[in-house]
């Protein structure tokens, strides 16, 4: 029996012989001849419709494919820990208000600019009364600068706009009186979070205490919970025909990558033995292990890049009897200085208030220079205590937190937490990141220890110094995969993750029951579609 | 054998784009022997 092309040709040659045989050497035959062409293109055309319709029917189906609903509960569930400090165990209320993200972009003010400024100040007001602390422009009262400038910035945020031309204005005439005016706020919103601490852990505490409740769990559980939704959600989704197929349309994925003779030769790299030596047990085995390597060079990978980290971190730890209770105490001398800066700056007031009658001006003039200059040198030698009680903070923690026992997972959980610290050793170690980037590895950083797949790091003590590539080889070969020590190498590792990688996709391809011929259809189908779409 | 025949929804579907593809030169072929032609009628 003929196959449908072959169908389709004869039907072309016999209306080819036809048209061949007609006559074109008048004009009345020409025309003859162009009417029966025409004739023959109508029917071809309608012939063509229907084929379009099958296709378009195929394509619809295909289409109906939907993602597996349990996705969606899962995401759900997941959202649910949004509002959850996922680093909370080692960190403070000041980091859960996220006050040191806000006040590092201030801290760091010349490398951002007055927009960005005032948006974090915006945000660290909210973030205040979030927590039941409802700030006004009078609690900026560290300098007579920061208290004219917040004056108007209140002013202006009732108004609904912080980035106002008068914001604008007023920074500029301050900033030429005291170029420190970003500092003074800084330092100020720093003060009223130790004002404040108290009533602001107890509302943490509080709040804590409700989402896990919510959540059905405790604080010791909720991390386990949370990786234990997070590595379902990734096991349902990896199988998944929808995302699979999507993965395909947005060239994702290439479906010349898994055709069979193109895994085998992935297959090939990783195997110890020809892939037609294994029986089909052996191989599901293998498959198995491989989605395991997977998970294993990805902590391995992400562990060699964070080093640095770990590292810095180390450092400290083996100085750790320097730095116990560094913290309180430097808390301590910060409160000290600052209650004197209160009366200087009230000094500073009173003097303001009498400033206008004639018979004090010249007086109060000199006054209000003296006490300025009084003003700035406090907040200054203040302002080096506040960068120093963020590294005592961090630092205390590890002594108190960390002991010969902890694994690199605990060191690194504990760094996670505190983001001063891993943006000052992100910067140690790449001094020329641009900002964004900065922000981004704190973010990958986090996302690495909050994994479901740590199972080298926290089996490894900070004091012990194991080979860990020879760990995950010897593992792996145990299994019939043959990976080596410099396959591991950070050089090379990137290269074996994506071998893995394609091994692992068409192990989920295959377990999705999504059809490659039908992937290959519907990408040639769609071309066909959209090209016909964009001609009418 | 007629193409109207040949049951579209039981091709597979390289079949079914390979028939697209070949009906879809055809009439091209088609379409430039028609201008051709009303060219040389001129």
């Known amino acids: ?536 | 054998m007629e193409i109207s025949e040949i049951n579209l929804s039981k091709i597979t579907n390289e079949e079914l784009l390979s028939i697209y593809n070949r009906t879809k030169e055809y009439i091209d072929f088609l379409e430039n022997e028609i201008k051709t032609n009303e060219v040389e009628k001129k």
Not at chain 1, 61 to 79: A, F, G, R, S
Not at chain 1, 278 to 287: A, G, R
Not at chain 1, 402 to 411: F, G, H, R, V, W
Not at chain 1, 462 to 473: F, R, S
Request: proline fraction near 2%.
């Open chain 1, 1 to 536: 029996m003929s196959s449908p092309i072959e169908i389709l040709n004869e039907k072309i040659d016999t209306d080819k012989e036809i048209l061949a045989v007609l006559p074109k050497n008048t004009k009345k035959n020409v025309e003859a001849y162009i009417k029966k062409v025409q004739e023959i293109k109508i029917n071809y055309e309608k012939y063509l419709g229907s084929i379009l319709g099958e296709i378009q029917e195929r394509v619809n189906k295909i289409n109906e494919i939907k993602v597996n609903p349990e996705i969606k509960e899962v995401e759900e569930d997941l959202e649910k820990f949004n509002n959850l400090d996922l680093l909370g165990i080692g960190n403070t209320s000041y980091e859960k208000m996220k006050l040191d993200e806000l006040l590092f972009i201030l801290r760091r003010f010349y490398k951002n600019n007055l927009e960005q400024v005032n948006n974090n100040i915006l945000a660290c007001i909210r973030r205040f009364a979030e927590v039941g602390v409802d700030l006004k422009p009078e609690d900026f009262n560290y300098s007579p600068f920061a208290r004219r400038y917040m004056k108007t910035f209140f002013r202006e945020y009732k108004k609904g706009d912080v980035n106002s031309q008068t914001m604008k204005d007023t920074f500029e005439k301050l900033y030429w009186e005291c170029s420190d005016i970003i500092v003074h706020i800084e330092l100020n919103i720093r003060y009223l979070y130790l004002k404040h601490e108290k009533a602001i852990d107890k509302h943490f505490a509080n709040e804590n205490k409700l989402i896990l409740k919510d959540l059905e769990t405790s604080d010791r559980e909720y991390l386990e919970k949370y990786r234990t939704l997070k590595a379902k959600l990734d096991d349902l989704k990896g199988p998944d025909k929808k995302l699979i197929l999507d993965k395909f349309l947005n060239k994702e994925m290439d479906p010349k990558d898994y055709e069979p003779i193109a895994i085998d030769k992935q297959f090939e790299k990783v195997l110890s033995q020809p892939i037609d030596t294994y029986v089909k047990t052996e191989l599901n085995d293998i498959k198995e292990n491989i989605v395991k390597l997977s998970k294993t060079l990805e902590e391995y990978q992400n562990y060699l890049k964070y080093k640095f980290v770990f590292n810095d971190l180390l450092k400290i730890y083996k100085e750790k009897d320097k730095y116990k209770n560094g913290y309180e105490r430097q808390k301590k001398e910060i409160q000290k200085l600052e209650s004197k800066l209160v009366k200087t700056n009230r000094k500073y007031e009173k003097t303001d208030r009498f400033k206008e009658m004639i018979f004090f001006k010249k007086n109060s003039d000199e006054k209000l220079k003296t006490l300025t200059i009084d003003i700035n040198n406090q907040i200054l030698s203040i302002k080096e205590l506040y960068r120093k009680i963020d590294d005592d903070k961090v630092y205390d923690k590890i002594a108190t937190m960390l002991t010969d026992n902890s694994t690199i997972y605990d060191a690194l959980f504990l760094a996670g937490s505190f983001y001063t610290f891993l943006v000052e050793s992100i910067i140690k170690e790449f001094p020329d990141i641009p900002e964004k980037e900065i922000n981004e590895n704190v973010a990958k950083i986090r996302e690495f220890i909050t994994s479901p797949y740590i199972t080298i790091i926290n089996n490894v003590t900070i004091k012990e110094d194991k080979d860990m590539a020879l760990m995950i080889k010897d593992k792996y070969n145990l299994f019939n995969i043959n990976i080596t020590k410099a396959d591991l190498e950070e050089s090379s590792i990137g290269a074996l993750i994506n071998t893995v990688e394609q091994l692992v996709n068409a192990y989920n391809l295959e377990n999705s029951g999504l059809d490659l011929e039908d992937v290959k259809f519907i990408l040639k189908a769609n071309k066909i579609l959209e090209e016909i779409n964009k001609n009418s």
